[in-house]
């Protein structure tokens, strides 16, 4: 799927209703890791949301939709049970930037121990298991959409995320200002959890001490300041982020030379409650100054709290 990047280089004229409007989510990714729900989200707050529309009907969709005021803000939840489902995703996204839309396209995914969970948990059979087991079902539709996740916009990995989590981080990404050109999420999570699948980066803290093993820090977080003052004034700590910052800086570049307009980096350490969460928020302020480049900086602490 090359097709999705439209929004590089010259633009052809916008048609009447699409001027400015950027405001075009396809939501796809894995059977049973969120479509719905992030569909949900999108139409609690304002969005126009259309559930398991057959992609080659999408840009009728927005033919129909393009002069609607009440519909400026369109979300399409697409799954892999229609027919020949990437083929007609890439012809509709080719189809759409040829016509002056600027569709972004977010895979929903999970790790496959999170969705046997929830599959086992609805008692419902995956929708390309056949005779088979449910994780052949789940190993067949990853690869199916392995092209479609590479090449998409964004990546919302919800193993570790319920529902007001997941609406916070939609929130975060996909809300308002079009005029903002690159997302820069910087996340917290902790090794022993999984490192999260929609991670672009991924930064390992564990070879710093750790304050789980000071009795007195225990009980405080990486946003506490006995826990910022422990890791962030060891030396190591100053090196290794000075040195994380440049790198960042470096990339950010690239990824606006690109085109890119959401990046996740995420800053591990073993429970993600300490060390990543005091180094991800000082990440986060040292790169504040990006704004000035149209980049937003904006930080989660996935697993703080789960311990």
């Known amino acids: 799927m090359t097709a999705r990047r439209t929004d590089l280089g010259e633009q052809p004229p916008a048609p009447p209703g699409a001027v400015g409007r950027s405001d075009v989510v396809i939501l796809t990714g894995m059977s049973?890791?969120?479509?719905?729900?992030?569909?949900?989200?999108?139409?609690?707050?304002?969005?126009?949301?259309?559930?398991?529309?057959?992609?080659?009907?999408?840009?009728?969709?927005?033919?129909?939709?393009?002069?609607?005021?009440?519909?400026?803000?369109?979300?399409?939840?697409?799954?892999?049970?229609?027919?020949?489902?990437?083929?007609?995703?890439?012809g509709a996204l080719h189809t759409l930037g040829e016509r002056g839309w600027?569709?972004?396209?977010?895979?929903?995914?999970?790790?496959?121990?999170?969705?046997?969970?929830?599959?086992?948990a609805v008692r419902r059979p995956h929708p390309l298991q056949g005779e088979g087991l449910l994780l052949d079902g789940i190993r067949r539709e990853r690869r199916m959409l392995g092209d479609i996740r590479s090449d998409a916009d964004l990546v919302l990995d919800t193993s570790n995320y319920n529902v007001h989590e997941l609406a916070a981080k939609i929130d975060s990404l996909l809300a308002g200002d079009a005029d903002v050109k690159l997302r820069f999420a910087v996340m917290a999570f902790g090794f022993k959890y999984g490192i999260p699948l929609d991670a672009d980066v991924v930064l390992d803290?564990?070879?710093?001490?750790?304050?789980?093993?000071?009795?007195?820090?225990?009980?405080?977080?990486?946003?506490?300041?006995?826990?910022?003052?422990?890791?962030?004034?060891?030396?190591?700590?100053?090196?290794?982020?000075?040195?994380?910052?440049?790198?960042?800086?470096?990339?950010?570049?690239?990824?606006?030379?690109?085109?890119?307009?959401?990046?996740?980096?995420?800053?591990?350490?073993?429970?993600?409650?300490?060390?990543?969460?005091?180094?991800?928020?000082e990440l986060a302020r040292r790169?504040?100054?990006?704004?000035?480049?149209?980049?937003?900086?904006?930080t989660f602490h996935r697993d703080l709290g789960r311990e």
């Open 205 to 281: 803290l564990r070879f710093l001490p750790n304050p789980y093993w000071d009795p007195e820090l225990r009980p405080h977080t990486g946003k506490d300041a006995p826990v910022r003052e422990f890791v962030l004034g060891q030396d190591l700590a100053q090196d290794y982020i000075r040195h994380a910052e440049q790198l960042l800086r470096t990339a950010v570049r690239g990824y606006l030379a690109e085109g890119r307009r959401y990046v996740t980096v995420a800053v591990g350490c073993t429970g993600g409650k300490h060390r990543s969460v005091a180094t991800a928020d």
């Open 287 to 298: 790169l504040a100054d990006l704004q000035e480049l149209d980049v937003q900086i904006s």
């Open 32 to 90: 049973g890791a969120g479509r719905t729900t992030a569909g949900d989200v999108l139409e609690d707050r304002g969005w126009y949301v259309v559930d398991n529309l057959p992609p080659a009907m999408i840009v009728r969709l927005m033919d129909l939709t393009a002069d609607d005021p009440q519909r400026q803000r369109v979300a399409v939840v697409a799954d892999v049970r229609s027919r020949d489902f990437t083929s007609e995703l890439a």
């Open 102 to 120: 600027r569709p972004r396209v977010v895979f929903v995914d999970s790790s496959d121990e999170s969705l046997v969970r929830r599959f086992e």
